[in-house]
């Protein structure tokens, strides 16, 4: 897969369909490297008219690495925000959205559809708030506002998500990510096992640096509440969340919705913190959809 600078860093990112459709930007969530994007889901995509490009984040992947800024104490960070003051973090959500941003610019690409999961639907409102110039419409998927006053994660959701293998045994690295995946996934929707085993391996192999995941959380904590940012977006807004999600409640989804003047809900009940295999055509179609709209 090839690499670009863009934003003064190397990201590596993958192209799919034909360039003179409609381009369309995947951005995925924390510790995520592209390939967490199914396959199925971008095919999907493409079927539909679009030219789809996905990337690693920086500090994930293939991109650039941000190991000579240590990793940052988690703990210190949450409490200068809850103390209302700004946290000393290595980068930005508002980084991680002008690197993509920047990727767009350096693909020659002058607008996109943008769409995020997660953290990658923080990166994209941000993207929707500061560029909005490059963006044609943005898709929020099991995302939030940062807005405290929200339900929290269930706390073995979180837990799963944070806690690190044991060891860097391929077998280890597999089950922890087993265990992620079962405790924040689609109840009404459980991944095979087969396709999370290999699909874990595959990522390990790719590339494996839990540094670059704490230095993202950090990021995503010192990022406090959009609202007020949200409420200046003009972009053309799908929200797309789970009603199952156990690691960013629905009510995050209900939030962003009704923050960003204009914005459309699309809640999908069984759906938890993936994207499954068989919502894959209802989530392209809605996007889709929304693209179509503008």
């Not at 759906?271 to 295999?277: E, T």
């Given at each position: 897969?090839?690499?670009?600078e863009a934003?003064?860093?190397?990201i590596?990112?993958?192209?799919?369909?034909?360039?003179?459709?409609?381009p369309?930007?995947l951005?995925m969530?924390?510790g995520a490297?592209?390939?967490?994007w199914?396959i199925?889901?971008v095919?999907?995509l493409?079927?539909?008219?679009?030219?789809?490009?996905?990337?690693?984040n920086?500090?994930?992947?293939l991109?650039q690495?941000?190991d000579?800024?240590?990793v940052?104490?988690i703990p210190?960070?949450?409490?200068?925000?809850?103390?209302g003051?700004?946290?000393?973090?290595?980068?930005?959500?508002?980084?991680?959205?002008?690197?993509?941003?920047?990727?767009?610019d350096?693909l020659g690409?002058?607008?996109?559809?943008?769409?995020?999961?997660?953290?990658?639907?923080?990166?994209?409102?941000?993207?929707?708030?500061s560029h909005?110039h490059?963006?044609?419409?943005m898709t929020?998927?099991?995302?939030?506002?940062?807005?405290?006053?929200?339900?929290p994660s269930k706390?073995e959701?979180?837990?799963a998500?944070?806690t690190p293998a044991?060891?860097?045994?391929?077998?280890?690295i597999?089950a922890?990510?087993l265990a992620?995946?079962?405790?924040i996934?689609s109840?009404?929707?459980?991944a095979a096992e087969?396709?999370?085993?290999?699909r874990?391996a595959?990522?390990f192999?790719?590339?494996y640096?839990?540094?670059?995941?704490?230095r993202?959380?950090?990021a995503?904590v010192?990022d406090?509440?959009?609202?007020?940012?949200?409420k200046?977006?003009?972009v053309?807004t799908l929200?797309?969340?789970g009603?199952d999600?156990p690691?960013?409640?629905?009510?995050g989804?209900?939030?962003?919705?009704?923050t960003v003047?204009g914005?459309?809900l699309?809640?999908?009940p069984g759906?938890?913190?993936?994207?499954?295999?068989e919502?894959?055509?209802?989530?392209a179609?809605?996007?889709?959809?929304?693209?179509?709209a503008?």
């Open positions: 897969m090839p690499q670009i934003n003064g860093l190397t590596e990112y993958e192209t799919h369909g034909d360039p003179a459709h409609e369309l930007l951005v969530g924390l490297q592209l390939t967490l199914p199925e889901f095919d999907a493409v079927a539909r008219g679009f030219h789809v490009i996905r990337h690693d920086r500090d994930i992947g991109s690495k941000f000579h800024a240590g940052p104490a210190e960070v949450v409490a200068a925000m809850m103390s003051q700004a946290p000393e973090v290595p980068y930005t959500v508002a980084d991680m959205a002008a690197d993509a941003a920047g990727l767009l350096a690409i002058d607008q996109a559809h943008v769409v995020g999961a997660s953290m990658g639907g923080m990166i994209v409102q941000h993207m929707a708030a909005a490059k963006v044609r419409t929020s998927i099991m995302s939030t506002t940062g807005n405290r006053e929200l339900p706390p959701a979180m837990a998500l944070l044991p060891s860097l045994e391929l077998e280890a597999i922890s990510g992620r995946a079962r405790a996934g109840p009404g929707y459980p087969d396709r999370l085993r290999t874990i595959s990522d192999h790719r590339s640096n839990p540094a670059g995941m704490a993202q959380f950090a995503v010192a406090g509440d959009r609202r007020e940012m949200l200046g977006v003009t053309p929200v797309i969340h009603e999600d690691l960013v409640p629905v009510e989804g209900h939030d962003t919705a009704a003047p914005a459309r699309h809640t999908i759906m938890g913190h993936d994207v499954p295999i919502l894959v055509d209802e989530i179609e809605a996007i889709a959809e929304h693209a179509r503008r």
